[in-house]
């Protein structure tokens, strides 16, 4: 970008005549890298005061908004915020002064003013609600610099604003970026665990409760002592009737074996696909497994595995609100294996096979079975029907005369027309590569 742009993205500065353009307004929201090498280095106090005058830029905003839109005004949220000049101004702003900005606005929504004379609040009723709620939802879209700090003000802005405006999966994204790089707070940790538990999150859908529950879950097991070793860090499944007993199970061993069984479950959590693991992660698995023992990774190995093919799921109550009552309309739904731990199992089930772990296999052909089931008391999840699958195609082409013959019992004693299907699909895939027909 020109020096112009940079001056004002530091400093606020304009020069008449800036324009910034569509192509860099995406660059901006992070939906596109920027098409150079080239990189600024610049020493900037980020402790943005009142003077920059957070009202007048919202100000800005809302009339050029009102100016090229004909929606009435509790409509305008709805413009097409990247043809304003004045939201690109916005978005070119250092990262830290767009973070202050967000909590001004916040701060104007729940109305948390500090005094009666402060200057963030003067003439907050020129502009709707929901045009702010618009404005924060895209900030939290971009690039931000969040602390501690402001992730405990979200999340409790969040909380306190039924119905939920401010989109939690964007609070989400940025949490995990920033717990990669930091230590979160003891203050913070508390929080996260709170909210974990808090009622506000059951009046969530239950696909969006199920992903923030496992991602902020995830996020406090990798803060946690044991993961954060030096020598021998532990790998904890997130909790579930699967997950609960993998941990349970890892617990018992040594120091050394905790952290190399804990090691191959990280990388099988990681798996991209059920097919095939990269190299580099394929020798790291070898390795482990050999410091193991082959027989001792195979017994443990089935166990889990028998443990997914038994999987209980937990009941989860979730809720909805009741127009004009005081009560809340709750309603109890399956809560399936974690997206997490279905990818386990994946990578169970193809070194189960690698391995030629034949007391596996009547096991993976109930699994199977649950992959494809539609009920939500039997079925592992709605990510699942791929691990079903995988287990399929690991029966018909890795486990011999064994894991055919078991195959062509399950075609025909299945009521599922998917399975059918899928074993069928591995039967013309075996007589392309061998000239021999599975079924």
């Known amino acids: 970008m020109k020096l112009d742009k940079i001056l004002d993205y530091l400093f606020g500065y304009r020069k008449s005549g800036f324009e910034i353009t569509h192509q860099e307004i995406r660059i901006l929201e992070g939906d596109q890298k920027e098409d150079t090498d080239e990189k600024l280095v610049v020493d900037v106090d980020t402790s943005f005061k009142v003077e920059h005058n957070f009202e007048e830029l919202l100000l800005d905003i809302f009339e050029e908004a009102k100016e090229k839109s004909d929606c009435e005004l509790h409509n305008l949220y709805s413009v097409a915020f990247g043809t304003l000049g004045s939201y690109a101004n916005l978005l070119s702003k250092h990262p830290d002064y767009k973070t202050q900005f967000l909590r001004y606005l916040i701060e104007s929504i729940s109305n948390r003013k500090n005094s009666s004379d402060n200057y963030f609040f003067k003439h907050e009723d020129k502009?709707?609600?929901?045009?702010?709620?618009?404005?924060?939802?895209?900030?939290?879209?971009?690039?931000?610099?969040?602390?501690?700090?402001?992730?405990?003000?979200?999340?409790?802005?969040?909380?306190?604003?039924?119905?939920?405006?401010?989109?939690?999966?964007?609070?989400?994204?940025?949490?995990?970026?920033?717990?990669?790089?930091?230590?979160?707070?003891?203050?913070?940790?508390?929080?996260?665990?709170?909210?974990?538990?808090?009622?506000?999150?059951?009046?969530?859908?239950?696909?969006?409760?199920?992903?923030?529950?496992?991602?902020?879950?995830?996020?406090?097991?990798?803060?946690?002592?044991?993961?954060?070793?030096?020598?021998?860090?532990?790998?904890?499944?997130?909790?579930?009737?699967?997950?609960?007993?993998?941990?349970?199970?890892?617990?018992?061993?040594?120091?050394?074996?905790?952290?190399?069984?804990?090691?191959?479950?990280?990388?099988?959590?990681?798996?991209?696909?059920?097919?095939?693991?990269?190299e580099k992660e394929t020798i790291k698995i070898t390795q482990l497994i050999e410091t193991i023992g082959v027989d001792s990774y195979n017994k443990f190995s089935y166990n889990l595995l028998k443990r997914a093919a038994d999987y209980k799921p937990g009941l989860v109550t979730l809720r909805h609100r009741i127009a004009g009552s005081s009560l809340d309309h709750t309603y109890k739904l399956c809560e399936p294996m974690h997206k997490e731990n279905i990818r386990i199992v994946g990578g169970i089930v193809l070194y189960a096979a690698v391995y030629k772990n034949f007391q596996c296999i009547p096991v993976i052909i109930k699994v199977i079975e649950r992959c494809f089931s539609t009920l939500s008391e039997i079925s592992l999840g709605p990510r699942s029907r791929a691990l079903g699958k995988a287990c399929t195609q690991r029966l018909a082409h890795s486990y011999g005369e064994n894991g055919k013959e078991e195959l062509k019992q399950l075609y025909t004693r299945t009521k599922y027309k998917s399975i059918k299907k899928q074993i069928e699909q591995e039967s013309k895939t075996l007589f392309l590569k061998t000239g021999q027909s599975l079924l």
């Open 127 to 278: 502009v709707p609600t929901n045009f702010k709620l618009e404005i924060c939802n895209r900030i939290l879209k971009s690039r931000i610099g969040l602390t501690d700090k402001d992730f405990i003000f979200l999340i409790n802005f969040w909380k306190d604003s039924y119905p939920f405006q401010c989109s939690l999966r964007s609070i989400v994204r940025h949490l995990k970026k920033f717990t990669d790089k930091h230590k979160v707070s003891d203050e913070f940790e508390s929080t996260l665990v709170s909210f974990l538990r808090s009622k506000k999150l059951t009046y969530l859908y239950i696909d969006e409760y199920l992903d923030i529950q496992s991602s902020i879950r995830r996020i406090i097991f990798n803060q946690s002592v044991e993961a954060q070793k030096k020598d021998f860090p532990v790998f904890r499944l997130l909790p579930d009737y699967f997950g609960n007993y993998a941990n349970q199970t890892i617990k018992k061993f040594g120091e050394k074996s905790k952290y190399n069984y804990s090691q191959i479950l990280y990388v099988f959590c990681n798996l991209s696909n059920y097919y095939k693991i990269p």
